[in-house]
């Protein structure tokens, strides 16, 4: 399956306070890839990148099968961006903003804006400054969704967002790609929102990119296990240890988050003399948390 | 790429209307008024000089409002992407300097009206007034005069307006290092005069701004 | 015998102030004598002292001649000979046969380093130029100081300047159609539409009786000149309450203030230049003597004198005056051809400077 984005070796710096280095992205064409992070990570930093606004220090950036920000021109026509805030201008209407975008696309589906006007319930006349925030955020999906565009990138689109409003453009989103077959680019911190629509993930933390699996492998492959008996240093494990610690009461059980893992491991255990009293499934959200905590303290990605 | 043309300039005439019908209406409005001491009949022989006076007189607000329309046209060209901070138009499928052309193109189209009215308003008030034996109006040549001025201003503007912040940077640094250096030389004694310099060099000859300098006589000998 | 004593008596007593009047003149006429020499020494010191003076400013200088100018002048880098080849063509042009005289009266001239602070001697005899003018200003230098062969008051009056020859007759063509043109007098704005009789009133070649009512025609004209050239000259006195009825438009308050003017003093409606024009004309038109004829009669009016000088009567002279006036109507105020091309060419200049607005900017 050939990459919609494919970034190799990427470095950038701004200043001495941020750093991308070493990045490897394989964003797989048709998938619905969640890019996860805590706030002041990259995720931003990185869908600039992609978009080509701005330039890397080094390394390769593919989108679509094109060099960014080489083709910048030629890729964008084929990629619809939302924005964290909004980028629109203000004092146009819905519906010039709509005209005003049409213009650029030779691929704009003039229907599938209506519908989306229609769907969305926006008012037409309303100038795009004076709408809520979730109507603002309803009308940047539209534009993204009406370009038709091969690739969607969004950039936390449904932050600070109402419920109603976040199932409307979720929903609009699924029903894009089931009808295309288009790439959707997602970045978000709400990890359940994500673990709701996507099937790839990855994660990211410091300007590094912790981890990049299939949801779920990441979801599966994510436990909590209860350890009697292990050894100090562990060799060689078929599985990711991400973090490990003392149960709380004392005694000689441990708590150890691993990544993934599959049914069988656990015979692992009675090889160095160890045992699991119990293998507990992790939602998305702890996993998360426990990678986080994992990487932070060292840990590297595998 | 008309199509993006006509988006362009859409947009940029909704920013800009006010700009251009203000100025617009003024430009139609000053050579009406330089020649209402022509529009009675003739007043004698001591009307002539009176006249010139007051057409001189008026004529100095021609690069005014050269200079204002060139101003307030190019803030208005890039004052929506400012704001947006350039994503959007960063974002669309075109190069950076096609986008630049489209707007730089918009602003000159939009700058076309108050032009027209210039050469509308001096050619009407020449018709209505009743000039002095001896004095000629010059209508065509004042407006493609105003049109050489605000094309230069709008073009400088715009293109300081569409810098970066390092640009404007530089632009400030320039100029402050010549401030420096001409105080620096003052408290030395020397004979160094760099914003007389500047101004020969702007102001005259084939200067940027020797379109804006002289008498703007729509009525002469 | 006492008849004849009394006689004898009132003969010497009348005698005697006689006797001291004559003494009175002969002293009077000693001290003429004496101061008679005194004079004489004195021009002849004069004399010497300025022979002295010429061969100081002469010592080291060479004489230049170019047709009937002679100009000394110390070494130096101004372009003298140049100059005096451009300037001769004009002078001789203007003074014709009577330039012939002028290679009595050399004149010189000392070249100085402007920028220099070094003390130098004083020139009591011609003039000093800075030595780092161009051929133009050197030029223009040498027809300045060139005066006319023959000193005529009446003429310099009458002209209000000095007559001297022009390098650009064309530009002062230019500048008398702006005088006809934009004057405030209803007598020159008749003689540019083609009234000659005006012309020659307003030049005053014609009949120069009742000035007045022949230069400001209307009650307009009289008023503003009363207000704008004489306020403060009829403001005081018998004269102020006038001043104030011609300010409240009563014409005959404006005349009577006018008509109480010195003679000599009423304003001409049209500046020296149109009649240094005139007189250019003539001597153009009258070919080489027309200049000796201007000055051979220095008494007769200046109308007899300018038709004489130009071999015409006075009125074909001011037509051809007036037309070549009208010929030479200054250029517009255009933007000359180079700053269209300037403009667009800076206006692409910075279009393209923005065209280069950088993409990163985030």
């Not at chain 2, 210039?118 to 209505?128: D, E, F, P, R, W």
């Not at chain 3, 006809?180 to 005006?198: H, K, Q």
């Not at chain 3, 037509?319 to 070549?324: E, H, I, L, Q, T």
Request: proline share 6%.
């Amino acid at each position: 399956m050939s990459d919609a984005i494919h970034i190799e070796r990427l470095h950038y710096r701004v200043g001495k306070a941020f750093e991308i280095k070493e990045l490897d992205l394989h964003v797989p064409t048709g998938s619905i890839y969640g890019f996860l992070g805590p706030n002041g990570s990259g995720k931003t930093t990185t869908i600039r990148l992609i978009l080509g606004l701005l330039r890397p220090l080094s390394g390769r950036i593919t989108v679509l099968g094109d060099p960014m920000p080489e083709q910048h021109a030629r890729i964008l026509g084929r990629v619809g961006y939302v924005p964290e805030q909004p980028h629109l201008d203000a004092t146009l209407t819905v519906r010039e903003l709509i005209a005003f975008q049409a213009a650029f696309y030779p691929r704009w589906d003039r229907a599938r804006a209506e519908e989306l006007v229609a769907r969305f319930e926006l008012d037409g006349d309303q100038l795009f400054g004076r709408l809520s925030k979730g109507q603002k955020a309803k009308v940047m999906i539209l534009l993204a969704l009406a370009q038709c565009g091969d690739l969607l990138v969004l950039d936390e689109p449904t932050d600070g967002l109402d419920p109603v409003v976040r199932r409307d453009i979720l929903s609009a989103l699924i029903t894009y790609v089931s009808e295309r077959g288009a790439t959707i680019f997602i970045s978000s911190h709400l990890v359940h929102e994500l673990e709701r629509v996507c099937d790839w993930v990855a994660v990211m933390d410091d300007g590094r990119l912790i981890t990049e699996a299939p949801m779920e492998k990441l979801k599966q492959g994510t436990k909590r296990l209860v350890v009697m008996g292990a050894p100090a240093e562990i060799v060689n494990p078929p599985f990711r240890v991400l973090t490990r610690e003392r149960t709380n009461g004392g005694g000689a059980g441990e708590n150890w988050v691993v990544g993934d893992w599959e049914p069988g491991m656990t015979s692992y255990f009675e090889g160095v003399g160890a045992s699991v009293r119990d293998v507990i499934d992790l939602d998305l959200e702890d996993g998360f948390v426990e990678l986080l905590r994992s990487f932070r303290k060292g840990g590297t990605r595998r | 790429m008309i199509a993006m043309f006509r988006a362009v300039l859409y947009s940029q005439w909704k920013w800009s209307r006010l700009i251009v019908v203000l100025g617009t209406v003024a430009a139609f409005a000053i050579p009406l008024l330089s020649l209402q001491g022509a529009a009675r009949a003739d007043r004698g022989a001591l009307q002539t000089q009176d006249l010139l006076r007051a057409v001189q007189s008026w004529g100095t607000l021609y690069p005014l409002l050269a200079t204002a329309l060139g101003l307030l046209m190019a803030m208005a060209a890039w004052a929506a992407d400012h704001r947006g901070r350039h994503i959007h138009a960063l974002t669309l499928p075109l190069a950076r300097w096609r986008y630049v052309l489209l707007r730089f193109g918009a602003g000159f189209v939009l700058l076309a009206a108050p032009i027209a009215a210039v050469l509308i308003g001096s050619s009407l008030a020449v018709l209505t007034a009743t000039l002095p034996p001896g004095l000629q109006a010059y209508p065509i040549a004042l407006a493609v005069r105003f049109a050489f001025a605000v094309f230069v201003a709008y073009a400088v503007f715009f293109a300081v307006s569409a810098g970066t912040a390092r640009t404007a940077g530089i632009i400030l640094g320039v100029i402050a290092a010549a401030v420096f250096v001409q105080v620096v030389a003052s408290i030395a004694n020397l004979d160094v005069n760099l914003f007389a310099a500047a101004q020969t060099v702007l102001l005259l000859g084939p200067g940027p701004l020797a379109v804006f300098t002289g008498r703007w006589m729509l009525v002469d000998v | 015998m006492s008849r004849l004593l009394g006689l004898v008596v009132a003969a010497s007593l009348l005698a005697s102030p006689l006797c001291g009047q004559d003494s009175l003149i002969v002293r009077l006429r000693s001290h003429a004598d004496s101061l008679l020499g005194s004079w004489r020494e004195a021009q002849k010191l004069a004399d010497v002292a300025d022979s002295l003076e010429q061969v100081r400013a002469t010592a080291g200088s060479d004489t230049i001649a170019v047709g009937g100018l002679r100009i000394v002048v110390n070494p130096s880098p101004l372009p003298w000979r140049r100059a005096a080849e451009l300037a001769w063509p004009v002078i001789d042009s203007l003074y014709g046969s009577a330039a012939e005289d002028l290679p009595q009266h050399p004149y010189i001239f000392r070249a100085v380093d402007p920028d220099s602070g070094v003390r130098r001697a004083v020139l009591h005899v011609g003039v000093e130029v800075p030595w780092d003018l161009d051929l133009r200003a050197t030029s223009t230098v040498l027809l300045t100081t060139v005066t006319a062969p023959h000193v005529d008051p009446a003429l310099a009056a009458w002209l209000g300047a000095a007559l001297r020859p022009t390098l650009r007759p064309q530009d002062e063509r230019a500048v008398v159609f702006v005088l006809l043109v934009t004057a405030p007098s209803e007598a020159v704005r008749r003689c540019f539409l083609g009234d000659i009789a005006r012309c020659k009133d307003v030049l005053q070649v014609g009949d120069s009786t009742g000035l007045l009512a022949r230069w400001y025609l209307t009650p307009a004209e009289r008023e503003a000149l009363v207000t704008e050239a004489f306020t403060h000259y009829f403001a005081r006195g018998a004269t102020a309450p006038s001043l104030q009825r011609c300010r409240q438009h009563h014409d005959d308050a404006c005349t009577a203030l006018l008509q109480s003017l010195p003679p000599g003093t009423l304003p001409r409606p049209l500046a020296q230049a149109a009649g240094i024009l005139l007189v250019r004309e003539a001597l153009r038109l009258g070919g080489r003597d027309a200049y000796r004829r201007l000055v051979a009669r220095p008494s007769a009016p200046i109308g007899e004198r300018l038709a004489s000088a130009a071999g015409m009567d006075i009125d074909s002279l001011v037509v051809r005056w007036r037309n070549d006036v009208r010929a030479a109507r200054p250029k517009p105020l255009a933007l000359p051809w180079w700053a269209s091309f300037a403009a667009m060419g800076w206006t692409a200049f910075f279009g393209l400077c923005a065209l280069r607005s950088s993409r990163w900017r985030l």
